[in-house]
């Protein structure tokens, strides 16, 4: 009988090194952002912290109206009081669905003092996508647009578990009333809402102390829906927190500096990046109701901001406006941006205009803040990572990506626009985000139209005009 020969065990395959074993980010970094922190267990914490600190120092700034540490708190107490005698209380769900004014950041803080659960929405939904998520959320109260509860928002409520409403006029908190983005005339005060303004100023004192935790749930933020039914996710407090500090200390920005809220503050990006790092920084949050590249640019003059982040659509338009000068981003010592490539905005008139900045400009990647300094080298602007390694690091080396194109907050423009194909080729987009955009904006839609090619789902308002 012949012995079998013996069997030579498979060598196992050889495991690639990682490019990111060495961390070669930590270089990047400074030794604040290096150190641990050890945040406030909400950004309600950090607000009274602030209050304490500074109540006098201006909030909340939105165009010639001012509200004060102190009077935002008085603001906020009054709102979470009416609240609160309407049967919120923790773990309840308060739908708050504006633009950036201050009745978002008082319905926010109010829901908070009341122990409630924020559920932001775009305000730029249509009656089914509202519909769903109150229905989804399981929202016990609704603060919305005074007119949006009228056409529309009423009946999209029906059937949810929505029992007490609040609405506002964009009119209230200011004077100047710019028409570019304020619709001229006060809305008529329905009768089955109250008028958030007026709560505010009644002066009810607020519940007792819902003593907020790092792990109880602050948000319940929706995507955007583009591959199906938005779908809510659940962020504590303590990673709002822990975010917003990691801005303050790695963006060393002095107490009291002003945020230019040019991202909404509905989205993630805006709620950390905006509000909650502001008052983790005793700041003022500087307001200007929605994206309109004007009224943005006169807003840079007039209250000199030190910090602001967007996506790249919105500070490509701020560049291409006939206006603009360095002068506008003179104040601002740090810049974020996100969602894709900055490239477009360092050519021609932006490259001039963004050098007026007296700090660094920066990139937001998915999942994080990635700031970069832009240092003109041989004629060329040049980005060096400041933030995340692996991710960080592909934004900065991976090929270069449609500048705008609908898609989700996570993946802007994955899945909807084939990213081989030039930017301006609308005959690109596939089948099924022509589907998804049609139920969203309308039939009317078709592969060419130019409001299908420049408009963004999440960024309501923050994009390039037709070309």
């Known amino acids: ?266 989205h993630i990006t805006g709620m950390v990046c905006e509000l909650a790092a502001c008052f983790t920084n005793a700041g003022t949050l500087v307001l200007a109701h929605r994206f309109d590249a004007g009224v943005v640019l006169d807003a840079f003059l007039e209250h000199r901001p030190a910090y602001t982040v967007g996506p790249a659509t919105a500070f490509m338009a701020l560049a291409a406006h006939p206006e603009a000068t360095a002068d506008h981003f003179a104040s601002f010592q740090v810049v974020s941006s996100g969602g894709a490539p900055l490239q477009d905005v360092y050519k021609g008139q932006g490259r001039g205009v963004l050098r007026g900045g007296n700090g660094r400009v920066g990139r937001r990647g998915h999942g994080g803040i990635h700031s970069a300094r832009v240092e003109e080298e041989r004629g060329e602007s040049t980005q060096r990572l400041q933030g995340s390694p692996a991710r960080g690091h592909r934004c900065a080396n991976r090929p270069r990506t449609p500048p705008i194109g609908p898609g989700t907050s996570e993946r802007p423009g994955r899945g909807l626009l084939d990213e081989r194909a030039p930017f301006r080729a609308a005959k690109r987009l596939t089948a099924a985000a022509v589907g998804a955009l049609r139920r969203r904006f309308g039939p009317g839609l078709s592969r060419t139209s130019p409001s299908l090619v420049h408009r963004r789902s999440r960024w309501p308002c923050a994009a390039l005009p037709g070309r």
Not at 12 to 26: I, N, R, T
Not at 163 to 184: E, G, I, K
Not at 198 to 226: E, F, K, M, Q
């Open 1 to 266: 009988m012949t012995a079998s020969p013996a069997k030579v065990p498979a060598e196992a395959p050889s495991e690639v090194p990682s490019p990111y074993g060495a961390k070669p980010w930590l270089a990047r970094l400074s030794p604040a952002q290096r150190a641990p922190v050890t945040p406030p267990p909400s950004v309600l914490h950090a607000f009274r912290a602030a209050v304490g600190r500074a109540p006098e120092r201006t909030a909340l700034a939105y165009f010639d109206g001012r509200l004060r540490y102190a009077e935002a708190d008085a603001l906020s107490d009054s709102l979470a009081g009416h609240l609160a005698e309407r049967g919120i209380s923790r773990g309840d769900r308060v739908a708050v669905m504006l633009q950036n004014t201050p009745h978002f950041v008082l319905a926010v803080l109010a829901a908070w003092k009341a122990g409630a659960v924020v559920v932001p929405l775009n305000p730029m939904y249509k009656s089914g996508e509202a519909a769903h998520i109150l229905r989804d959320s399981g929202a016990a109260a609704l603060v919305c647009d005074a007119r949006a509860w009228s056409a529309y928002l009423r009946e999209a409520a029906r059937g949810s578990g929505v029992r007490t409403v609040l609405t506002a006029s964009d009119l209230d908190f200011q004077t100047r009333d710019d028409v570019r983005v304020l619709a001229p005339g006060r809305p008529e005060q329905a009768a089955d809402a109250a008028d958030l303004a007026a709560v505010a100023r009644r002066g009810r004192p607020a519940p007792p102390d819902p003593c907020l935790t790092a792990a109880d749930t602050a948000l319940i933020s929706y995507t955007s829906g583009t591959s199906g039914a938005p779908k809510g996710a659940m962020n504590p407090h303590g990673a709002l927190t822990h975010n917003a500090v990691r801005q303050v200390t790695g963006h060393p920005l002095p107490e009291g500096a002003g945020y230019f809220a040019l991202a909404p503050l509905f």
